[in-house]
């Protein structure tokens, strides 16, 4: 089934973002992924099915792969194995939903970028240099970094995350635990890229997300999906163009095309986009894992 909007009645929401609902359950938090997509910052009215499952499903095969790098929030993901009172919406959160321990998040989006790309391109053009970080000069578009830089950003509650230095990232989260999403980013990230690569995958770059519990640095979110990381396929990758990505670029595509003017309400898509969609989503999986989602 497809999912706009998660319903349990009698279990307290406590958030709602553009993609996912987050429930308080006892001590836990329980986020659900539904198919709801966002463009320029607009949630449109068009579920893409199987997005939250994809979303879920791999986070669920990055947080076990690294569990033993950096710890995860994960408690449970088999409906099966949650409290009883969420047993009855098991249509709902089946394959798509996470019990999670209830970290406090840290203000601070951790970015790592290993490929020129996106808004580190666009920054490079001007300056020079991304985020700040001076980097070779003649680089081209989608060109592979020297190695992987990590940039922090803000989270911002409206608009759009801004970039900042490591300085004013130890301002706001403390100079231990900077120093920590500083090494664990990065390797994080090595990590998952080369597994990647080696599945036909390149991992341009990724937004990880870190909290605290029990004062101690906790991965918490998503992991390395097409909605936090930008996929590209090896074989249409190339250097001095934007390769096409494992996510919603169809819809952006189609959104440009169609000149909206990228203001509420959305638009609805057509029915050949929603597939072209979905089945980006599905691909990204099925090569990372190496089997199709089920």
């Keep these: 089934m497809t999912l706009m909007e998660t319903k349990l009645p009698g279990v307290k929401q406590v958030g709602r973002g553009k993609v996912r609902d987050i429930f308080e359950v006892g001590e836990n938090l329980?986020?659900?992924?539904?198919?709801?997509?966002?463009?320029?910052?607009?949630?449109?009215?068009?579920?893409?099915?199987?997005?939250?499952?994809?979303?879920?499903q791999l986070s669920r095969f990055w947080f076990e792969r690294f569990h033993d790098v950096v710890p995860n929030h994960v408690v449970a993901t088999e409906v099966a194995d949650f409290p009883d009172v969420l047993k009855p919406?098991?249509?709902?959160?089946?394959?798509?939903?996470?019990?999670?321990?209830?970290?406090?998040?840290?203000?601070?989006?951790?970015?790592?970028?290993?490929?020129?790309?996106?808004?580190?391109?666009?920054?490079?053009?001007?300056?020079?240099?991304?985020?700040?970080?001076?980097?070779?000069?003649?680089?081209?578009?989608?060109?592979?970094?020297?190695?992987?830089?990590?940039?922090?950003s803000t989270k911002a509650t409206a608009g759009h995350d801004e970039n900042i230095t490591m300085e004013q990232a130890a301002a706001l989260v403390g100079g231990d635990v900077a120093t920590e999403i500083g090494v664990a980013s990065p390797d994080l990230y090595a990590r998952a890229a080369?597994?990647?690569?080696?599945?036909?995958?390149?991992?341009?770059?990724?937004?990880?997300?870190?909290?605290?519990?029990?004062?101690?640095?906790?991965?918490?979110?998503?992991?390395?999906?097409?909605?936090?990381?930008?996929?590209?396929?090896?074989d249409e990758y190339r250097v001095g163009i934007s390769p096409p990505s494992f996510d919603k670029q169809f819809v952006r595509d189609y959104l440009l095309s169609i000149k909206w003017d990228k203001t509420p309400p959305a638009p609805h898509l057509p029915a050949e986009v929603i597939k072209g969609t979905t089945e980006r989503y599905r691909e990204a999986?099925?090569?990372?894992?190496?089997?199709?989602?089920?």
């Design 30 to 56: 329980l986020i659900v992924a539904t198919d709801r997509l966002s463009a320029f910052d607009v949630v449109l009215p068009d579920p893409i099915p199987d997005k939250g499952r994809v979303l879920t």
């Design 89 to 152: 919406f098991a249509d709902q959160l089946e394959g798509r939903s996470m019990l999670v321990r209830k970290a406090k998040p840290l203000p601070v989006e951790c970015v790592v970028r290993g490929y020129l790309a996106g808004s580190g391109w666009n920054d490079y053009q001007k300056t020079g240099a991304v985020c700040g970080i001076r980097l070779p000069a003649g680089m081209k578009q989608a060109e592979k970094l020297p190695q992987p830089i990590f940039t922090p």
């Design 285 to 294: 999986y099925r090569l990372i894992t190496g089997k199709p989602l089920d």
């Design 194 to 234: 080369e597994y990647a690569r080696e599945r036909g995958v390149i991992i341009a770059d990724t937004k990880f997300e870190f909290g605290l519990y029990d004062g101690k640095l906790m991965w918490i979110d998503e992991a390395l999906t097409p909605d936090s990381s930008r996929f590209w396929a090896v």
